[in-house]
């Protein structure tokens, strides 16, 4: 039953070296071992991390940029809108305008018409009043000198004025 | 049952007529051949010992011959040329015999007592007569002059002495922690000379096999707060006992059988249960004595199991480390053993199978025990640091 009976002397070196194998493997082997480890772990985190991030940023960019090119555009088409509204509303301004101003001209043109007319109408008035008053003094007269003459005065007087 | 006490009857049957004849080998002896490698790996005790009473100065023993194999020795015994001729001629390293006597500390070489491990030579030194009984050094008594034994082989004339002599197994431990400095120093060194912490050279083998035991054993045990503090110790006790497992395996170095010695795997399972009783928090130590949740008869029935625990689980971690790997060593020098218990070559090609197919097992298992050793001491260490969360 050896076997199962721990000897002395292995037990008092097993528990010297292990002591001394542990202390000596923590201190110069555990230590950086695991510390580089953990290092470079950190390491990748955080470079995984800023890829990450960078990514994020790249994105919002991206979303900036449509953002903004959508917002150009816009802008574009809402300028040409207006642009063609603006047109539009010139064309027809001017023509409207051109329309009153026409229609004022021939309104003008019609009154001057119509006051030259009068005006002629009531100068033709008085120079049929003072032919006829002509008339009258030369039948007057020739019938005071010679009737027969007086007559023919008349007619040919007459056959003068023939109105137009 | 059936097969187990019938394989019994035949395999003493076969001790007791002596030999078995390579003419009558059968298939259904290589059957029972089978069955019997079974039987001794388990039994081998009992059975190498009727062969020793039975048998004639040709006898093999094969009892002594493992025993001798797996337990400690004071030399490292390499080889014997001509064995049972005039010449015969050992080739040992010698390793110093360290005694505390009475008159003193005793110190001289292990070659002195001449390969004698029967209390025949009688060595001198510092006013003491030693002799080497089954490796066990003994003290003659006072005017003594040979060693007397009793019928169970224990001297009954002389006292041991306080032995702290370098063993075999001291010397492999020494060599092994020399290549475990060696191993890490160097892949510690390759991760001091990179700039940015690549590990390179050894340090690419050593690295996978400390983040295994930080993220598969410590980790997952422990806690992922406070299992730093215990990454020394586990990483140690695993690269320890699975490098000295491996060494055990190691033919030429005579299976010095470290971490199959229960000195060694006690003093390891002392350090884990120190760690773990000196890191138990009150929650430990409330569900040891006074278990919440339960009610009070519960608890009173439940403390003396669980102050039991505290010692049955070192005491399991001994065992299992202790036994798995002398069981294994039994197993292969029991399978060859049948060739010379058989007397027979023909035996030989079955024995170099299975003792090569259990070589395999046994290298898978170097690994296997230094991980349960380990993931055990970190579950452990985890229960006493645990927080309550009920």
Redesign the interface.
Known sequence: MDLIKPGFGLVFWTIITFLILLFLLRKFAWKPILGAVSEREEGIKEALASAENARKEMENLQADNERILQEARAEREAMLKDAREIREQTIAKAETEAQEKASKIIEKAQAAIESEKKAAMAELKSHVAGLSLDIAEKVVRNELSNKDKQLKLVEDMLGEATLK | MFVNSFNVRTFAANLKEGILKPQRMTLSTLKRTVFTVLFLSVFSFGFAKDAKEGGDDEKFDAKSMI?HH???AYGMHIITLNEGKEDEKHITIPLPV?LWTDNGLTTFMSSEFHHDYHGHEIVEKNGGKFVNV?E?IYQLNAGETAVKLDEEGHPTNAEMP??????R??FM??IS?AV??LI??T??RR??KSS????SGI?SF??PL??FV?DEIAKPMIGEHKYKKY???L??VF??IWINNIFGLIPILNGANLSG????T???AI?TFIITTFSGNKNYWKHIFWMPGVPVPMKIFLAPIEIIGIFTKPISLMIRL?ANI?AGHIIILALMSLIFIFKSVAVAPVSVAFSLFIGIIEIVVTAIQAYIFTVLSALYFGMATEEAHH
Not at chain 2, 162 to 167: A, E, K, R
Not at chain 2, 261 to 264: K, P, Q, T, V
């Open positions: 025993m797996v337990k400690d360290i089954h066990k306080l032995d702290f002599s370098i063993t197994n001291v431990m020494w922690v475990l400095l890490f120093f892949a510690a991760y001091k940015d912490n690549v590990p340090a050593v690295e400390v983040v930080r990454m020394p110790y990483l140690t690269f320890f010695n229960i000195a060694f006690m003093v390891l350090f202790f002398t």
